[in-house]
């Protein structure tokens, strides 16, 4: 079987984790986007779809960035145009947090990269300092984020 969007397959495969109690009516909701709008958002680099325990970003990269630190989200990255170099793993330079449940820092110590081209899908798991160290020219991308339930790790 070819997941041609991985987006779509995630909305799929996470739904039954949404539909707990404390999950509120649009998570469970059917959500249609047209293709003008994600066209639209990946121009830009905005998200599609905010719920309670997940995301849907359509994102845009003209360069590398910081060094990024989920404490509940494991992000779920398909490659659609464009490189980019990817680490994964390590120690976080000069993390601050920047957000609840946010850290972001200068670099990495460590880690593994992962040399992404379009195509290719990555997992990075909560807790998991990841950081685009590299990314030569405009590069586009979904991004599905999705939340540990509470009092999981």
């Known amino acids: 079987m070819k997941i041609v969007d991985v987006a779509a397959a995630a909305l799929v495969l996470i739904g039954p ?17 047209p293709a003008d709008r994600v066209k ?27 060094v990024e630190v989920h404490t509940k989200d494991t992000d779920i990255f398909h490659v659609l145009t464009g490189t980019a170099t990817l680490v994964t793993g390590g120690r976080m330079v ?7 449940e946010e850290l972001r820092g200068v670099s990495v110590e460590g880690g593994e990269a992962h040399e992404l081209r379009p195509g ?34």
């Open 17 to 33: 984790v949404a539909t707990g109690p404390a999950a509120g009516d649009a998570a469970r909701a059917v959500t249609y986007i």
């Open 40 to 66: 639209a958002a990946f121009a830009k680099g905005k998200p599609l779809l905010e719920v309670e325990n997940y995301k849907v970003l359509a994102s845009r990269r003209d360069g590398p960035g910081r």
């Open 94 to 100: 000069g993390g601050k947090a920047t957000g609840p």
């Open 120 to 153: 290719d899908v990555i997992v990075v798991p909560n807790g998991t300092p990841h950081w685009f160290k590299a990314v030569p020219g405009p590069m586009t991308y979904y991004v599905v984020k999705v939340r540990a339930p509470e009092g999981a790790r």
